[in-house]
């Protein structure tokens, strides 16, 4: 017989969530709304995301497509058009042919991360990625009970990862190795011998690559290299990519994988279980952007350069900071182990006595101590206001 009255359950979360870790950026971002809420002006150099809008003629796109009625469901892997369409250009940017059934579409670039760390490690198994480096790779690692293996990138080697460092680190148990380039959050870029070198280090060894290439169009200097490209490595590199950079596309939650057919397979199932599938008129989109001008894209570039010229310049006139030049992706990572602070302890600084919001380079793993990050996609007025507003801090406080 019901008495009417509720009891309040224990909530008993798998074990799992607890080794499931956040992204920084979004937190931040919060403390700052809640700050500017209380009347406080904060210049945002938090997210990382573009400030530009979606070029005008994907918008359009999108829009059509709506009206045109695709709102509807789509094959789990995607559209078999902007299949094509991605399959084509991976073609032309890297040099190896890649055919529509080995490109899988996703919502957003984290999806792709998820499912390679879901379909191809173990528990036990060690997985090696970039550290300072994006935190959802650690995060995910560690959520599914592998072991996470950082390598850890040095100022000294311009952020860009050591191959001997990684040969030391591989084992028999290695399973997977995550690189990034250009590279979050410290705007490195690997080389072609570096590239190359990798290859090398790796051999002819039973590991899966997982290369995230999401900033490979936002280049300053040079041009990108891609594992993927290399003879005999096509089968074994899972490419991620997406729109969310290259094309202002960060709400449009749309990106891909380029894998072996049979993995695509895989993750065409895990699509199928986890998302059903992307939203059609953004996939509509995403054949403009990739078919279209591509000048929206060049502009965005050149303005990033011009922001990170102006902005790294500015920072290491102030004391305490200092900070190489990165040569791609739109992040300025200073070295601050001058200024004698933790790096959270700097960062909370900036934010809540400065009013310039930025992220502790710990934010991105153990070996981001002694480091910021901030994100220079805001416009030079913003920039500015930020150098000045940190060095009038640095002047009073150091």
Not at 261 to 270: M, N, T
Request: contains cysteine; charged residues 25%; proline residues 4%.
């Amino acid at each position: 017989m019901s008495t009417g009255t509720t009891t309040q359950t224990e909530l008993r979360l798998a074990k799992r969530m607890s080794r499931l870790g956040s992204e920084t950026a979004f937190e931040v971002l919060a403390k700052a709304r809640v700050l500017e809420a209380q009347g406080k002006d904060i210049v945002h150099l938090e997210i990382g995301e573009p400030d530009f809008d979606t070029p005008a003629n994907v918008v359009e796109a999108g829009i059509k497509a709506i009206r045109d009625g695709y709102t509807h469901y789509s094959p789990s892997a995607g559209m078999p058009e902007l299949r094509q369409t991605i399959a084509d250009d991976v073609t032309r940017t890297h040099g190896v042919k890649i055919t529509a059934d080995e490109v899988v579409v996703v919502p957003g670039g984290k999806p792709t991360i998820y499912f390679t760390f879901t379909a191809l490690v173990e528990e036990g198994d060690e997985v090696i990625y970039p550290n300072p480096g994006f935190p959802i790779y650690e995060s995910l690692i560690n959520f599914t009970g592998a072991k996470a293996v950082p390598l850890q990138m040095r100022e000294e080697k311009d952020f860009r990862l050591d191959p001997n460092e990684l040969a030391d680190l591989i084992t028999d148990r290695t399973k997977l190795i995550v690189l990034n380039s250009p590279h979050n959050p410290t705007g490195s870029v690997l080389t072609q011998q570096d590239v190359r070198d990798i290859a090398a280090a790796i051999g002819d060894r039973d590991i899966m690559v997982l290369s995230d290439e999401i900033y490979s169009r936002l280049i300053f200097e040079g041009q990108h290299h891609s594992l993927m490209s290399l003879p005999g490595w096509r089968d074994r590199v899972i490419m991620l990519d997406g729109y969310s950079k290259t094309y202002a596309m960060t709400g449009w939650r749309l990106g891909y994988g380029v894998m072996r057919k049979d993995l695509a397979a895989h993750f065409g199932r895990l699509m199928t279980n986890v998302n059903s599938c992307s939203a059609g008129f953004t996939q509509i989109a995403g054949i403009e952007a990739l078919r279209g001008s591509q000048a929206s894209v060049e502009h965005m570039c050149a303005q990033f350069k011009a922001r990170r010229d102006k902005f790294i310049a500015g920072l290491n006139k102030i004391p305490g900071f200092s900070c190489t030049l990165p040569h791609g992706a739109f992040y300025a990572f200073p070295n601050v182990k001058k200024t004698g602070w933790d790096s959270r302890k700097l960062a909370d600084a900036m934010l809540y006595q400065a009013g310039v919001a930025c992220l502790s380079g710990t934010a991105f793993g153990a070996f981001g101590e002694g480091y910021l990050r901030f994100s220079i996609a805001n416009s030079m007025e913003n920039l500015d206001k930020a150098l000045e507003r940190i060095n009038d801090w640095a002047k009073k406080n150091l």
